[in-house]
């Protein structure tokens, strides 16, 4: 069986955008335009217009209204436009694809979903449906449910389009005289459109693609009140006071319900959580900015952005301002669409080259939620896969991986993990659980094993954090922040021992067997030497049974044991919490820093962690 860390390596368990496609309907209608086009301006309303536009910096946009106000298209039309043109643009048709994630703020109806809707204006056949609810947001917790489907092999291509038609919350006849700045920021802020992208299991052949390294979504909503809202008078609904509770659509409208308003003092506020969560990625060796190609973030006004660069450069980080793309000046704000229409316009002018990284910024002020996702633009599949040649009767040792001819770190690594996976494969106790013929005392000896060994895992960690040099700082930072997860896991360990039954007392006392021995001393020893860039090796032997092994495990233990969920613990967080740690690490081995002689140093000691980490499992029989 392929495990997931070697499958991730070589596309079959990871996911890329393969294809990008938008639609804006309409002719660009310029400031100068607007107020004709949304109606309903006075002297006042002209004031505030002026002021607006002038903060936001957007010159261009686009609406589905027609000169007299009507809607010209549907929500779900500018969607499929979307689809339709990002699957020109891979050559497919509605038929290839196997799941449709849609984001808006707003569907055309209310019953049923966006989704339902889309899937049935552009065809194709069955397929799993997802409808994310939200505002700008929502687009990434559409990409990131389609990344993991794609990730777990459970679907092949997976449509995300992000569309918006504001237009209609914008119109004269929605506002019956209301004046509340706060209604009338968005009204010169929001307009119509949609982006779409594809995400597929390997890259295509014939274009680069962009690798889904990770995406992140969190709400801060605990913490902060409603900021962007419709539906209610107040900045928080309460029982009785929202639109469906006012006996009818029309006094809702009259009350002023129906209303799009922003609360425009949060924004400072808005902009400092994102900033934190920004950091608290970078902190945690997910984002590098110095090592950043491009930042794509979306924003409602320039003026956002600038507060953004300041709180940024008051903290004393370089900024390239040429690096962060941006085209609200000429698309304007179209919500949850606007991140796909600024990937588009990159995708389709060229702008991002085989390894090259990319960060995805999204802040939604609607209740403060933030996503980001970061990507790696790689080579076309043809030019990265090399075909290795084995005689048909050439004698390849069961013990020895197949050699490779090219340099790729990747395809080196692909070649130890399955070489490991054989290994594994022989030893007794991994045998028995594969055969279905685990006892509670293979279960116990394994957890009073590892722990030996998971004990001195933060200390090797720390160890070679403290001899990185200046050069490696981002992989000092990294180490410090993984060591800071982990130093406290053999405690799960124990906990889970003491669950089935086993002594505290005794697994504290235990010693390591003859392959933990050697393993803890070998780590030790690498962790020592200057600049120890091979413990990547090292990190994707590890990380990589948490993430391809780890779950797989703890659920047959879990079966033929009886256990409980708190029986099975660390295995069970470690095939959830590895998946993000060996996203990192992919994301370090792509970088431009993994040079031949780092490819070297890598592939060495993952060789070497893999036969002593199997030696560790097979003395597990010889006590």
Known sequence: MRGPARMRLNGGMNAFITAAGAYLPGDPVGNDEIAARLGGVDERGDRLRRRILAANGIAKRHYALDER?????????????????????????????????????????????????????????????????????????????????????????????????????????????????????????????????????????????????????VSLAHEHGVCMRAGTDGSSPAAGRTWQDMGSAAAAEQAGMMLLRQDTSALGALAEAGLKEFASLAQRGLIDLKRLDHVLCHYSTNAFRDLVFDQLASTGAQIDTGRWFSNLETRGNTGAASIFIALEECWRT????????????????????????????????????VSVQVPERAAVPAHEPVPTSDGNVFARLDAVWEDFERRLGHVPVMRRLADGESTLDDYLRLLFNLRQ????????????????????????????????????????????????????????????????????????????????????????????????????????????????????????????????????LQAILASPRIDAAAADAIVSTAKVVARLYALQLEELDNV
């Not at 933990?516 to 001393?521: G, M, P, Q, T, V």
């Open 453 to 584: 060994q998971v004990a001195d895992g933060a200390r090797w960690i720390s160890r070679a954090a403290s001899n990185f040099s200046v050069d490696l700082f981002d992989l000092r930072s990294a180490a410090i922040g993984h060591a800071g997860e982990e130093h406290r896991d053999f405690m799960m360990i124990e906990r889970d021992y003491a669950a089935c039954g086993g002594s505290i007392e005794a697994i504290r006392a235990g010693r390591k067997n003859i392959g933990s021995e050697a393993l803890s001393a070998y780590m030790f020893h690498t962790a020592s030497q200057p600049d120890p860039i091979g413990l990547l090796g090292a990190m994707f032997v590890i990380e990589g049974l948490g993430t391809g092994k780890a779950s797989e495990w703890a659920a047959q233990f879990k079966e033929q044991l009886g256990l409980r969920d708190d029986q099975v613990s660390f295995l069970a967080y470690h095939g959830d919490a590895d998946d993000d740690h060996f996203a990192k």
């Open 69 to 217: 106000g009507r809607t010209t298209e549907l929500n779900e039309e500018l969607a499929a436009a979307a689809l339709r043109s990002m699957l020109d643009d891979r050559g497919l048709d509605p038929a290839d694809l196997d799941m449709l994630a849609t984001a808006t703020t707003q569907g055309d109806l209310l019953v049923p979903g966006f989704a339902s809707m889309v899937h049935g204006r552009i065809g194709g056949g069955p397929m799993q449906l997802l409808s994310a609810a939200g505002v700008c947001a929502s687009s990434l917790a559409a990409l990131d449910a389609a990344v993991a489907k794609v990730r777990l092999g459970d679907r092949e291509r997976a449509a995300v389009v992000g569309s918006e038609l504001a237009s209609r919350w914008l119109r004269a006849s929605r506002f019956n005289g209301a004046n509340d700045t706060d209604a009338h920021f968005l009204r010169w802020m929001l307009s119509d459109g949609a982006g779409s992208v594809l995400v597929e299991a390997r890259p295509r052949p014939d274009r680069p693609s962009l690798r889904v390294d990770w995406v992140r979504t």
């Open 350 to 385: 060229g702008r991002f080259e085989p390894g090259q990284t990319v960060l995805l910024a999204v802040p939604e002020s609607g209740r403060f939620t933030f996503g980001f996702a970061h990507l790696t633009c790689v080579a076309p599949e043809a030019a990265q896969s």
